[in-house]
C-alpha cells in the first residue's frame, strides 16, 4: 500500500489548484449560481479546452488521457475548495465511467468525441429519493417491435439541463436493468430544471413518454446493468466525498485565516482557546477524510481495472461518503460560528460552503444510509425475517 | 498511489507469522491475549522470559539500526511486525517503553559509553524501564517539574530528591528515565537534565496506585538521595528538555501503529457480541458499529499516509492529528462495548474486581485521552503547530 502521489500527480493538482483559483473565484461562482442550466456553458468550454480534463477518464485509444480515479480524486478536491459549478461529476465521471465500463465500440466511438469536444451526458435513474441504488429504478422499457418504448420519471438528477445526452436507466418486464443512450432533444424527452437551496448544483427532473430505444443505443450489449448502477452510484458517491474534503478544507483554512485577523478582547479571536480547539477539532475530521477519499480512490480505480473484489466499492464508498458528509457538515458548519454575523450574510462565501455541504451530504446518501450499508455487511440485515430469508 | 502490497514486505509478514506460530507454543501458549490494559500483571514473569525468546530471535527492536544489534526494519515493517504480533495475540510487551522510548533516544542522543552499557540489555529483554516525567505539579506542564538533581563537586556522582507519580511499570522496571532540576532556581524548560536511574538502591521507593480498573499499572516512585553517576546523564545537565521532548516524539509516532491490530480484535469481538445477542437490530448500535469500522478503517490510512511522508519521524500534519484521532475512537468504542452489552456489562466473571477485555477496554481506554498529551493538549498543539494560531499564554 502506498499513498504518496507520484510528482506527476502533485503537478496536475497544483496547475488545477491554479486555474480555479482564477476560473472558479467567488464571482466565477456566483455568475454560474444564476446562470440557465447552474453554469456558464463558456467557463465549462474554457476548462474543456485549457485542461481536458473531460478526457481523463477516456482511453487513450479514443484520443482521451487514459488517467485514473486519483488524478480525478485530487481535482475533484480542489473544485471543492473552489466551489466549482460545472457539470464535472456528472459528465466526465459518471457518465463517462458508465461509457467506458459498458459502452460498445462504436458506442465509444460515436460519445466520446462529443464528451471531448465539450458535450455534456448525465446518467438519470432514480425514481424514489429513499434508496440510490439500481432499486431506486423505475422507469420501463418495453418492447415494440424491433425497438423499444422508456416511460418513467426521474428525480433529483444532477446537471441534466444542459446536457447533450442522458443515460437513461429502465426496468425491462424480467426485471433486468438496462441503460440507453438518448438525445436529449429526442422526442418523449422533457428535462426541467429546478431552483436549488445550494445553488452551487443544479437538479433537474427528466420526464420520458414513449421515449423510442434502439438496440444499438443500449449499454453492456443490452445485457442487465443493475450492477452497474450500483457502482456507478459508489462511484459518484466517492467524486462527493472528494468535493467534500476540499470544501472541507477551504471552510477551514478560510475560517482560521478569519480568525487570525478579527480582534476582540483585545487579542484575536485565534487566541482563545475555545476557537482554537474548534480548529483543531475540524482539521481532525478534514485530514481523516482525505484519509478515507484517498483510500477509495484507489479501489475506485481497481474498479475501474475491472480488479476490484466483490464489495470493495461499495465499502470504500460507504465509509468515505458517510465520514466526509458528516465532516463538511460539521467543518463548514463551525466555520460559519466562528465567522460570527459576517457567516450569515450573502457576501461571505462561508454560507456557499455550508449550503453545498448540505446538498452534497444527502445526495447519493447520507451518513446514516452509508453507515446502514456497512452495518448490513458487519452484522448482516437489521431485521430477523431478513436473517432468517438469507 | 496504490493498495498494492510491496511482495518483500508480504515476505517479511509471513516470516513473522509464522516465527510467532512456532514460537507462541508450549510454556508460552498461555500467554496469547494476557497482559494487555487491566491484565498487566499477570504472568509478568513468564512474559519477561518471552521477550528473552523473542530477543533470542531477533525480533525485539527490529527498528533499530543494525550497528545496535537492531534490524533496521522500514517503518512499514514495523507496522507488519506489531499487526502481526498482535494477530497471533502475543503478549502486552513489557519491553516496550524500553525499546521504543530509551533505546531510540540514546541512539539519537547517547554517547558510546551508554549505548554499549544500555542498549544490549534492552534488546535481550533482560533490562526493563519506565519514564519518570510527570509528578504531582507537573502534569501537562511539564517545565514544571521539581524533583532535584545535585552534583557532588568530589565524585560528580548527582543525587536526585523528589517524586515522580503515574509511572508506569515501575514495580517491574530495572530502570527509570528521569526529568529532574540541575539547575537550583531554574523554571520552566531551562536547568534541567535527563538521568537513566537505577530503581534498586535504598534511595528509591515505589508505591503502586491502584487504577478504575483494581490493577495498578502505574506507581509513585519516590527519590532520597537517589545516586546516579555522571555518565548516566544523558546529554549535558541542561539539555535534559531537549532529550525528554525528542523521546516524546518517539512516543508519539512508530510506537502507536502497532496497536490498530489490537483494536481490530477488540472491535471484532463487539461485533460477534451484537451478532449474538440480538442488539445487531438496535439501529443505534448499527450506526455505532459502522461508524467504529470506519473509524478504524481511516485510521490505518491515516498511518499509511503519515508513512508516505517520509521515515524521518517528523511530524506532518497527518501525524499531528493521530494522537487525538485514535484515543478519541478508542475511548468511544469502549462505550459501545458497553452498550452492545447492556446491563449484563455490570456482571464481574468472578470474586476480586475481574473484569473481561471489553469490561477493560471502556475503563481503561479513558486514559488514552489523558496520558502522552491529553486531547486538551493535543488539540493545542494542533492549533498553534498545524494551524499557525497563537500560543497559548502562560501564568
Ligand atoms: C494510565 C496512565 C499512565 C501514565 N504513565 C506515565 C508514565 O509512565 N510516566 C509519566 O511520566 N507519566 C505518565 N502518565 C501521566 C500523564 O502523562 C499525565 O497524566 C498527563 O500528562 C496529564 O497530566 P495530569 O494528570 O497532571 O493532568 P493535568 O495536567 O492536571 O490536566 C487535567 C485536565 O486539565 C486539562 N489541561 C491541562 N492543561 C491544559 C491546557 N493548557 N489547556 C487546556 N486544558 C488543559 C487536561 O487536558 C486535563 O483534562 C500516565 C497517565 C496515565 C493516565
Known amino acids: ?390 | 498511489m496504490n493498495l498494492a502490497q510491496n511482495r518483500a514486505d508480504e515476505l517479511f509478514r509471513s516470516e513473522v507469522a509464522s516465527w510467532l506460530e512456532q514460537n507462541l507454543s508450549g510454556e508460552f501458549a498461555q500467554l496469547r491475549h494476557r497482559g494487555g490494559p487491566g491484565d498487566e500483571h499477570s504472568f509478568v514473569e513468564e512474559r519477561k522470559a518471552w521477550e528473552q525468546c523473542m530477543a533470542a530471535g531477533g525480533w525485539t527492536c527490529i527498528g533499530w539500526p543494525e550497528q545496535h544489534g537492531g534490524r533496521g526494519a522500514s517503518i512499514e515493517q514495523q507496522v507488519i511486525f506489531n499487526e502481526e504480533y498482535a494477530r497471533a495475540g502475543g503478549p502486552g510487551r513489557i519491553g516496550h517503553i524500553g525499546e521504543t522510548l530509551m533505546g531510540p533516544t540514546l541512539i539519537a542522543y547517547g554517547s558510546a559509553e551508554q549505548q554499549a552499557r544500555y542498549l544490549p540489555g534492552i534488546r535481550e529483554g533482560r533490562e526493563f524501564w519506565c519514564q519518570g516525567y510527570s509528578e504531582p505539579s507537573a502534569g501537562s506542564d511539564l517545565g514544571n517539574v521539581k524533583t532535584r538533581a545535585e552534583q557532588a563537586a568530589e565524585s560528580g556522582e548527582w543525587r536526585i530528591n523528589g517524586q515522580k507519580v503515574w509511572t508506569s511499570w515501575a514495580t517491574e522496571s530495572n530502570y527509570c528515565f528521569v526529568v529532574a532540576r540541575t539547575q537550583p532556581g531554574s523554571v520552566g524548560h531551562k536547568g534541567l537534565g535527563f538521568f537513566m536511574v537505577a530503581l534498586d538502591q535504598p534511595g528509591v521507593t515505589v508505591k503502586p496506585i491502584e487504577q478504575l480498573t483494581g490493577s495498578s499499572e502505574f506507581n509513585e516512585v519516590f527519590f532520597d538521595d537517589a545516586v546516579c553517576a555522571d555518565s548516566d546523564l544523558v546529554g549535558g545537565p541542561e539539555q535534559g528538555w531537549q532529550v525528554a521532548m525528542a523521546l516524546l516524539g518517539f512516543e508519539r509516532g512508530v510506537s502507536t501503529l502497532g496497536q490498530q491490530m489490537l483494536f481490530q480484535n477488540e472491535l471484532d469481538e463487539v461485533i460477534a457480541l451484537a451478532k449474538s445477542n440480538g442488539s445487531y437490530r438496535d439501529v443505534t448500535i448499527r450506526q455505532r458499529i459502522a461508524t467504529a469500522h470506519t473509524g478504524l478503517r481511516i485510521m490505518r490510512y491515516n498511518s499509511m499516509r503519515m508513512l508516505a511522508g517520509g521515515e524521518d519521524g517528523s511530524l506532518s500534519k497527518e501525524a499531528m492529528i493521530y494522537k487525538l484521532y485514535w484515543s478519541s475512537w478508542h475511548r468511544n468504542l469502549g462505550n459501545l462495548a458497553m452498550d452492545v452489552m447492556g446491563a449484563q456489562a455490570q456482571l464481574l466473571a468472578g470474586d476480586g474486581y475481574q473484569l473481561s477485555r471489553l469490561q477493560g477496554l471502556f475503563l481503561y481506554s479513558r486514559a488514552d485521552t489523558i496520558y502522552g498529551g491529553t486531547n486538551q493538549i493535543q488539540r493545542n498543539l494542533i492549533a498553534e503547530r498545524a494551524l499557525g494560531m497563537p500560543r497559548e499564554p502562560r501564568g
Not at chain 1, 474543456?48 to 475533484?76: K, N, R, S, T
Not at chain 1, 477551504?250 to 479571536?269: H, N
Not at chain 1, 462565501?349 to 451518513?367: H, M, N, V, W
Request: one cysteine or more.
Open chain 1, 1 to 390: 500500500m502506498d499513498f504518496k502521489f507520484t510528482d506527476e500527480q502533485t503537478m496536475v493538482f497544483e496547475t488545477a489548484a491554479a486555474f480555479l483559483a482564477e476560473a472558479s473565484d467567488s464571482a466565477a461562482v456566483r455568475s454560474a449560481m444564476v446562470a440557465a442550466n447552474g453554469y456558464q456553458p463558456g467557463d465549462w468550454q474554457r476548462l474543456c479546452e485549457e485542461m481536458y480534463w473531460q478526457a481523463i477518464l477516456i482511453p487513450e485509444a479514443h484520443d482521451g488521457l487514459g488517467l485514473g480515479f486519483v488524478e480525478i480524486a485530487g481535482i475533484l478536491e480542489k473544485m471543492g475548495e473552489r466551489l466549482y459549478c460545472g457539470p464535472f461529476i456528472a459528465s466526465a465521471v459518471v457518465a463517462t465511467s458508465a461509457l467506458a465500463a459498458a459502452g460498445s465500440d462504436q458506442q465509444q466511438a460515436s460519445c466520446f468525441p462529443r464528451l471531448l469536444a465539450g458535450q455534456t451526458a448525465a446518467l438519470a435513474y432514480l425514481g424514489r429519493s429513499d434508496l440510490w441504488d439500481s432499486g431506486a429504478v423505475t422507469a420501463t422499457l418495453v418492447a415494440d417491435g424491433d425497438n423499444w418504448r422508456l416511460n418513467g420519471d426521474y428525480q433529483l438528477v444532477a446537471h441534466a439541463a444542459g446536457s447533450d445526452f442522458l443515460l437513461l436507466a429502465a426496468k425491462r418486464p424480467n426485471g433486468e436493468l438496462a441503460i440507453a443512450i438518448v438525445e436529449t432533444d429526442s422526442a418523449g424527452v422533457t428535462i426541467t430544471g429546478h431552483p436549488t437551496m445550494d445553488q452551487t448544483r443544479p437538479l433537474a427532473t427528466v420526464t420520458a413518454v414513449d421515449v423510442t430505444v434502439t438496440a444499438g443505443q443500449l449499454l453492456n450489449s443490452g445485457g442487465c446493468c443493475a450492477q452497474l448502477v450500483d457502482d456507478l452510484a459508489d462511484i459518484g458517491a466517492i467524486s462527493l466525498a472528494a468535493d467534500q474534503v476540499g470544501g472541507s478544507q477551504q471552510s477551514l483554512t478560510a475560517a482560521v485565516d478569519y480568525t487570525q485577523e478579527r480582534v476582540q478582547f483585545g487579542r484575536t479571536i485565534a487566541s482563545f482557546q475555545a476557537i482554537k480547539h474548534k480548529a483543531a477539532d475540524m482539521m481532525l475530521k478534514v485530514e481523516a477524510g482525505r484519509s478515507a477519499l484517498y483510500y477509495a480512490a484507489c479501489v475506485a480505480e481497481l474498479w475501474r481495472q475491472s480488479s476490484a473484489a466483490p464489495g470493495q466499492l461499495a465499502e470504500a464508498a460507504a465509509m468515505a461518503k458517510s465520514y466526509c458528509s458528516d465532516a463538511y457538515y460539521f467543518v463548514s458548519g463551525t466555520a460559519v460560528q466562528l465567522f460570527g454575523g459576517v457567516g450569515i450574510t450573502a457576501e461571505y462565501d462561508i454560507q456557499l460552503y455550508f449550503k453545498r455541504a448540505k446538498s452534497t451530504e444527502s445526495y447519493l446518501g447520507s451518513g446514516n444510509y452509508h453507515r446502514e450499508r456497512l452495518a448490513e455487511q458487519l452484522l448482516g440485515p437489521a431485521s430477523p425475517a431478513d436473517q432468517e430469508a438469507l
